[in-house]
């Protein structure tokens, strides 16, 4: 399987400051049709996830563009340019381009 | 917009029996992939199983092949888990996630495995 390794797991940020999550992979993401298919998902407290990012990079419809997606490969990076108070959750990597589909750990994002 | 309800979850003893359902609108159900992901409490997300639009296609994790059956009604609009051989481990919310790659999720439905 797939393992995917986020860092830090857990991040303390001062409200307007920037924030950037890394995942990465233990094989290469590249698919055979020639995407890569890593996204991450918001998970805020009490509630279900939600994607923010698909085809690491493509912002899902409704997210703010503070939040960013970019890497190759195995190397990924998930940035919030300016974290806002709604941000505070958890935010989780997933790899869809090998079976089983795999999760990173997980990153706890709170205000210090 | 697209809308996932899950049910069917419980408290069920250890080498019992659910059957979780998925209903699902706003969007073109027949034509959408859907997977099953849990999440222990206090735990990250475990992908669990998917289903292909049309039923084809199935895969599942480990943990839980040969007791975990996913499985669709398209007419219904609906997805279902049947989950066998029940453990404590098992206890977990358990979501539906409309797409390849997890699109949209469920609000989820508890399932606790306790004697």
């Known amino acids: 399987d797939v393992v995917m390794t986020q860092s830090p797991l857990s991040l303390p940020v001062t409200l307007g400051q920037p924030a950037s999550i890394s995942c990465r992979s233990s094989q290469s993401l590249v698919y055979s049709d020639g995407n890569t298919y890593l996204s991450w998902f918001q998970q805020r407290p009490g509630q279900s996830p939600r994607r923010l990012i698909y085809?690491?990079?493509n912002r899902d419809s409704g997210v703010p563009d503070r939040f960013s997606g970019s890497g190759s490969g195995t190397d990924f990076t998930l940035k919030i340019s300016r974290v806002e108070a709604e941000d505070v959750g958890i935010y989780y990597c997933?790899?869809?381009?090998?079976?089983?589909?795999?999760f990173g750990q997980g990153t706890k994002v709170e205000i210090k | 917009q697209v809308q996932l309800v899950e049910s069917g979850g419980g408290v069920v003893q250890p080498g019992g029996s659910l059957r979780l359902s998925c209903a699902a609108s706003g969007f073109t159900f027949s034509s959408s992939a859907m997977q099953w992901v849990r999440q222990a409490p206090g735990k990250g997300l475990e992908w669990l199983a998917v289903?292909?639009?049309?039923?084809?296609?199935?895969r599942y994790a480990d943990s839980v092949k040969g007791r975990f059956t996913i499985s669709r009604d398209n007419s219904k609009n609906t997805l279902y888990l049947q989950v066998n051989s029940l453990r404590a481990e098992d206890t977990a919310v358990y979501y539906c996630?409309?797409?390849?790659?997890?699109?949209?999720w469920g609000q989820g439905t508890l399932v606790t495995v306790s004697s």
């Open positions: 289903m292909s639009s049309n039923g084809n296609f199935e």
């Open positions: 085809k690491v990079s």
């Open positions: 997933m790899q869809g381009t090998q079976w089983p589909k795999t």
């Open positions: 996630a409309a797409g390849w790659q997890c699109d949209y």
